[in-house]
């Protein structure tokens, strides 16, 4: 519709059309149009409906249409923007446009103060429209000043208390507010608030939002002051993200990139590659070092990809459960690798003995390739059951030493762990094997 107004030039329709409808719903139709139709809604869009606009949209397409104006009209939008949104927005700026417009809102801008923080630390996002009321505030008064402020912030389903320096004492929920009879002070019935700092990890914070059930997270800075709150809606955003990335990292993938031709994001990926096929190389040494083994008994080369693929599917799924875990902050994780093992010790039994029997039939069949077919058996009835049980304990071990040395848990993802998974599995296959077979 929005398109077919333009084009049939109807401007006062136009008007109308901008005037009400939805933020979202402009910015599902804004990129069907061309430059020169999008300049059109420009002349007719108000600034305040074209901030919306803007915070609807991804922040690399928000950007791209902040550098269609100059820097005075985008400081107009930015500053009818929640500080939060235009934050992230601005980063996607280039540097130089970054550094210009920053400039240009002054180092006492709300916005500005967000994007001093690193991206993975609370404050940066973190929005500072909120409600505070003092401790002896009458009800009465601090209900008229959250009406009176209601429309400059984000939320008002919780309404924070502070003392007078700002400094945080905890919170009163709305319907407790509303309910509260004159005469009565906010101090009267103050709640116990549970809240986060602003230097504090981002996914810490988006997990208390959830462990705690609450829509708003007030943050703290160093010295107790509150300086601002994550929404609900802004940590299911970080959520997103973060789960997205975990699960770029858990298939080996670099960033994924929206809307690249097939050249870019081939280039993208080639050192990914490339890093994988270099560390497994190990597998290839390891292999070679027992080629005397497989010389000898060819049946051993058949059964490699059975234990190989069955001990990566174990790793992976140990990996999965446990990098969940530390997502979500939840307990139990030695409880939880007891499990993990004793489960891939139990597999490893079932498994193993499948694999015994199904050796023991397929060397029957051909009898050209093994002349001990009971002891290959053996080789590889055990070598799947202990791989079994050491491809847990891998997928545990080396999430939980990243992080502890304060890397992302990750980055031991699918490949990387499996190459690993790969070499020991093939040192106790062949191993066993030479040791039982006297090679």
Not at 129 to 141: G, R, Y
Not at 399 to 428: Q, Y
């Amino acid at each position: 519709m929005l398109k077919q107004l333009i084009q049939e030039n109807q401007i006062k329709q136009l008007k109308v059309f901008l005037d009400e409808v939805h933020a979202h719903d402009l910015a599902e139709l804004f990129f069907e149009l061309s430059i020169t139709e999008r300049q059109k809604v420009y002349n007719h869009i108000t600034n305040e409906k074209l901030a919306d606009l803007v915070s609807y949209l991804d922040t690399e397409d928000a950007a791209m249409i902040l550098q269609e104006f100059d820097l005075e009209k985008q400081k107009e939008i930015v500053e009818m923007m929640e500080p939060d949104d235009a934050a992230d927005i601005i980063q996607e700026l280039e540097e130089e446009e970054q550094e210009e417009l920053i400039e240009l809102l002054g180092e006492t801008s709300d916005v500005v103060q967000l994007i001093r923080y690193d991206e993975d630390e609370t404050g940066s996002a973190m929005t500072n429209l909120f409600i505070a009321v003092e401790p002896d505030m009458d009800v009465k008064a601090a209900t008229k000043k959250v009406i009176k402020e209601a429309a400059d912030v984000e939320s008002i389903n919780t309404i924070f208390v502070t003392k007078s320096d700002g400094t945080y004492i905890g919170a009163v929920p709305l319907k407790k507010l509303l309910k509260a009879k004159s005469p009565l002070n906010v101090e009267s019935i103050l709640e116990e608030y549970p809240y986060a700092l602003d230097k504090d990890p981002i996914e810490k914070t988006v997990s208390s939002i959830r462990n705690y059930a609450i829509y708003e997270m007030p943050v703290l800075n160093d010295v107790n002051k509150l300086i601002g709150m994550i929404t609900l809606d802004d940590a299911l955003d970080i959520y997103q993200e973060e789960a997205q990335e975990d699960f770029e990292k858990l298939a080996g993938l670099p960033e994924t990139l929206e809307d690249s031709t097939a050249l870019k994001t081939a280039l993208h990926r080639v050192p990914w590659l490339l890093t994988l096929l270099v560390i497994s190389v190990p597998i290839a040494l390891v292999t070679h070092a027992f080629e005397e083994v497989l010389a000898t008994v060819a049946l051993l080369i058949i059964f490699q990809p059975l234990i190989l693929d069955t001990a990566g599917n174990v790793a992976t799924q140990t990996l999965a459960v446990t990098l969940k875990m530390f997502a979500s902050n939840e307990r139990g994780l030695l409880k939880n690798s007891y499990r993990e093992i004793l489960t891939g010790m139990l597999n490893g039994f079932a498994i193993g003995l499948l694999a015994f029997v199904m050796t023991i039939v397929f060397a029957q069949l051909n009898t050209s390739l093994a002349q001990n077919p009971i002891l290959i058996a053996f080789v590889v009835g055990i070598s799947l059951w202990l791989t079994l049980i050491v491809a847990p304990i891998v997928a545990i071990v080396i999430p939980l030493t990243l992080r502890m040395l304060k890397f992302d848990p990750a980055v031991a993802s699918g490949p990387f762990i499996t190459t690993i998974i790969d070499v020991a599995a093939l040192m106790i296959y062949f191993g066993l094997a030479g040791l039982l077979l006297g090679v």
